[in-house]
């Protein structure tokens, strides 16, 4: 393991979002670990999507040798983006005269600079300065695999993938992905969000490497196309370093602080509680909450369900109003086998208990390693974002999930989400996909023990970082 003199720091810029903070604070540790000093400079903007500072204070208070510095910033001023991901990626261009500020401030003590996949316009406040920089993709290998040979693939196909929804793209490295499964942002590949996220990605490679929050085992095909220069023909890619799984550790607040859902866990048979639960931002409409809910009761199984107010309701934080939402007398009747939180659970705590037997996720990368790390098998029903992709990775390359049916279409049907819960919960193909979910549990806390490949591969990236020095 390579040991650093704690002397000048590595400053962590995280883009919005709990999705990409988390990853960095576990970033940090790492760092931390080697004895080096780390600073989180995280965007304080009033747009949607920004962790507040009240968060961040939290944050700090929990992880105490961790330095966060938070970087006020005026509004982007574009709130009527459709995709969250344009909105992000604007604030992050109109942060850039207060990050350049803070650097400048803290030269000549900053040892490098680690920027978010949605930070890439900082490359040019570090190059100006001198910092060194890199990235760090909080999403699967696969996708940046994808993205990166996106330059090449696109003129061969129709101008959107709307036009092809069933037909089997290809790629180097990742199983083929139905192009209604790519991701969101690239389905239309002359619009200016395409264009942008290519863009974004693209100039990742002017970086001095790019870790990722995976790890080889996992996604060993997709490492092998990258490193073999599939992903980018006649242009060179910088080292890739898979350092992860990067995950929230399995107890986030002290006892003191235990959450009502984990009180009740524990009051569960092991194994027996399906967890619903989807990303930070997640929403279904009345209807769909509604069949959700007689699936949940149908299934005759126990759950621990995450419900907040449909994307009609004015606010994400708001508490839902379960009476009015679920269908009468469900919580009633489901009083013995079910448990409601309202709008926010500690998933990783929750994961990790031995009551959970399985979690229906939105698939969003953090929660995907989660369920991993944790050795729970899941039900995929993909949102947002890029979470189509990886769904598709989850089921038929890592063969950690099922698929849910219908989550194209308006509804998902309550007999839909009974089948998936009975199938992963009390069934003999339940029963195979947890072996071969505690198989990839085993193989992620092997790959970040002493000497194994996540390991080594964050000391080749320090070995880089010390390159810098001379
Ligand atoms: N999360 C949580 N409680 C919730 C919902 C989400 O702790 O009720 C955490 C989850 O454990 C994960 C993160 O929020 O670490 C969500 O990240 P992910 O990449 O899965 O999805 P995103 O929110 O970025 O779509």
Redesign the pocket.
Same mark, same amino acid.
């Given at each position: 393991m390579a040991v650093m003199a704690a002397q000048k720091s590595v400053i962590l810029y995280p883009s919005l979002? !709990?999705?990409?903070l988390?990853p960095m604070v576990e970033l940090a540790k790492l760092f931390l670990r080697r004895g080096l000093a780390v600073v989180i400079a995280v965007v304080d903007s009033p747009d949607k999507d920004s962790v507040s500072a009240d968060a961040i204070a939290r944050l700090a208070a929990a992880n105490p040798d961790i330095a966060f510095r938070l970087l006020p910033v005026p509004s982007c001023g574009r709130e009527d983006y459709p995709h969250a991901v344009m909105r992000i990626m604007d604030v992050m261009r109109v942060a850039n005269p207060a990050l350049r500020e803070f650097l400048m401030g803290a030269l000549p003590d900053v040892e490098a600079l680690v920027l978010d996949m949605f930070c890439a316009d900082a490359l040019d406040v570090a190059a100006e300065l001198g910092i060194p920089s890199y990235f760090f993709f909080?999403s699967a290998l696969s996708y940046l695999a994808i993205m990166l040979r996106l330059p090449e693939y696109y003129p061969t196909v129709p101008s959107s993938f709307k036009d092809m929804p069933e037909t089997a793209l290809h790629f180097p490295g990742v199983p083929p992905i139905r192009a209604l499964d790519m991701a969101a942002t690239l389905q239309d590949r002359d619009s200016d969000m395409a264009k942008a996220r290519l863009a974004q990605c693209t100039r990742m490679l002017e970086a001095r490497g790019i870790l990722v929050n995976s790890f080889d085992w996992l996604e060993s095909r997709a490492l092998e196309a990258l490193r073999c220069g599939l992903c980018t023909p006649g242009r060179s890619t910088p080292p890739v370093h898979c350092i992860g799984p990067l !995950? $929230?550790p399995g107890n986030t607040g002290g006892i003191s602080e235990r959450h009502a859902c984990l009180e009740w866990l524990d009051t569960q048979p092991d194994r027996s509680v399906v967890f619903l *639960?989807? =990303? *930070? $931002?997640?929403r279904f409409s009345t209807a769909q909450l509604r069949e959700m809910a007689r699936g949940l009761e149908n299934s005759g199984q126990r759950f621990l369900w !995450?419900v907040r107010n449909p994307p009609e309701h004015q606010s994400n934080s708001a508490e839902p109003d379960l009476g009015s939402l679920l269908p009468e007398g469900f919580l009633e009747r489901t009083r013995e086998r079910g448990f409601v !939180?309202k709008?926010?659970?500690?998933? *990783?705590e929750v994961l990790r208990h031995p009551s959970i037997g399985g979690f229906a996720?939105?698939c =969003?990368?953090?929660?995907?390693l989660?369920g991993i790390a944790s050795g729970v098998p899941m039900i995929c029903w993909p949102l947002?974002?890029e979470?189509r992709m990886n769904k598709v990775l989850m089921v038929e390359e890592m063969k950690v999930g099922v698929a849910m049916e219908g989550y194209e279409e308006e509804l998902v049907k309550a007999e839909e989400v009974e089948t998936k819960v009975r199938l992963v919960m009390a069934s003999d193909e339940g029963e195979e996909l947890r072996q071969k979910v505690m198989v990839a549990k085993e193989m992620a806390v092997d790959a970040l023990k002493t000497g194994a490949s996540s390991d080594v591969a964050f000391d080749e990236f320090l070995t880089d970082l010390q390159k810098n020095r001379t």
């Amino acid at each position: 393991m390579a040991v650093m003199a704690a002397q000048k720091s590595v400053i962590l810029y995280p883009s919005l979002g !709990v999705g990409h903070l988390n990853p960095m604070v576990e970033l940090a540790k790492l760092f931390l670990r080697r004895g080096l000093a780390v600073v989180i400079a995280v965007v304080d903007s009033p747009d949607k999507d920004s962790v507040s500072a009240d968060a961040i204070a939290r944050l700090a208070a929990a992880n105490p040798d961790i330095a966060f510095r938070l970087l006020p910033v005026p509004s982007c001023g574009r709130e009527d983006y459709p995709h969250a991901v344009m909105r992000i990626m604007d604030v992050m261009r109109v942060a850039n005269p207060a990050l350049r500020e803070f650097l400048m401030g803290a030269l000549p003590d900053v040892e490098a600079l680690v920027l978010d996949m949605f930070c890439a316009d900082a490359l040019d406040v570090a190059a100006e300065l001198g910092i060194p920089s890199y990235f760090f993709f909080a999403s699967a290998l696969s996708y940046l695999a994808i993205m990166l040979r996106l330059p090449e693939y696109y003129p061969t196909v129709p101008s959107s993938f709307k036009d092809m929804p069933e037909t089997a793209l290809h790629f180097p490295g990742v199983p083929p992905i139905r192009a209604l499964d790519m991701a969101a942002t690239l389905q239309d590949r002359d619009s200016d969000m395409a264009k942008a996220r290519l863009a974004q990605c693209t100039r990742m490679l002017e970086a001095r490497g790019i870790l990722v929050n995976s790890f080889d085992w996992l996604e060993s095909r997709a490492l092998e196309a990258l490193r073999c220069g599939l992903c980018t023909p006649g242009r060179s890619t910088p080292p890739v370093h898979c350092i992860g799984p990067l !995950v $929230l550790p399995g107890n986030t607040g002290g006892i003191s602080e235990r959450h009502a859902c984990l009180e009740w866990l524990d009051t569960q048979p092991d194994r027996s509680v399906v967890f619903l *639960s989807f =990303g *930070s $931002l997640g929403r279904f409409s009345t209807a769909q909450l509604r069949e959700m809910a007689r699936g949940l009761e149908n299934s005759g199984q126990r759950f621990l369900w !995450v419900v907040r107010n449909p994307p009609e309701h004015q606010s994400n934080s708001a508490e839902p109003d379960l009476g009015s939402l679920l269908p009468e007398g469900f919580l009633e009747r489901t009083r013995e086998r079910g448990f409601v !939180v309202k709008n926010w659970a500690p998933q *990783s705590e929750v994961l990790r208990h031995p009551s959970i037997g399985g979690f229906a996720t939105h698939c =969003g990368w953090n929660s995907a390693l989660e369920g991993i790390a944790s050795g729970v098998p899941m039900i995929c029903w993909p949102l947002y974002a890029e979470q189509r992709m990886n769904k598709v990775l989850m089921v038929e390359e890592m063969k950690v999930g099922v698929a849910m049916e219908g989550y194209e279409e308006e509804l998902v049907k309550a007999e839909e989400v009974e089948t998936k819960v009975r199938l992963v919960m009390a069934s003999d193909e339940g029963e195979e996909l947890r072996q071969k979910v505690m198989v990839a549990k085993e193989m992620a806390v092997d790959a970040l023990k002493t000497g194994a490949s996540s390991d080594v591969a964050f000391d080749e990236f320090l070995t880089d970082l010390q390159k810098n020095r001379t």
